[in-house]
């Protein structure tokens, strides 16, 4: 099946809530990272997590990575509507490729 | 300073028609990558080129798909007679160091090129 899984697929809660996007890998990583991406648009990197770290904050961002189980976790605390947006993890098992998950979808209604 | 350039960033072909998506990375990197995403779906790695080399194009189709760095100029990407299953977004990434990702180094994406064939 395919590296870097995500789930929920698609996600919708109203602003102000929390949203959790969940990430899971076949194999050992270097680093994982996590992107955002608005309808027809480009990705914009949002935060890097190394093997070696378990936990990384930036603003109302925090990834967690659990290597034992091969998964990471997006939370976006606070959440905007401007937040709407596909999410997706990527992970990188070293050289120069990324492998990107399906995305989460998410809505944040206001 | 511009980031990654696309173009462009829409184009409609023909079945049987040639595509060719242009890409100038980030001023001062000289590491580029191509990804496909089709819809719904994420981003898939194509290829990764240094000027002048192909590094990897493990990601590749073996036929019709193309890709270049030259000296001088955008990369391109080049796919000959494009099919329905050709329609999708072409992202280009680009990097000012030789290891890009795996050193934990952020690559960066352009705006991407939306590819139709009808």
Redesign the interface.
Known sequence: SQQ?EEDPQALSIQEGENATMNCSYKTSI??L?W?RQNS??????LI?I?SNEREKHSGRLRVTLDTSKKSSSLLITASRAADTASY?C?S?S??????????TILRVKS | NAGVMQNPRHLVRRRGQEARLRCSPMKGHSHVYWYRQLPEEGLKFMVYLQKENIIDESGMPKERFSAEFPKEGPSILRIQQVVRGDSAAYFCASSPLPEGTYTGNTIYFGEGSWLTVV
């Not at chain 1, 027809?40 to 990197?45: A, D, N, T």
Request: aromatic content about 12%; hydrophobic content about 35%; cysteine-free.
């Open positions: 870097g270097n680093n990272q992107y027809g648009r480009g990705l914009v990197h890097l190394r997706f990527a990188n070293g050289g120069n490729k990324l492998v990107f998950g399906a995305g």
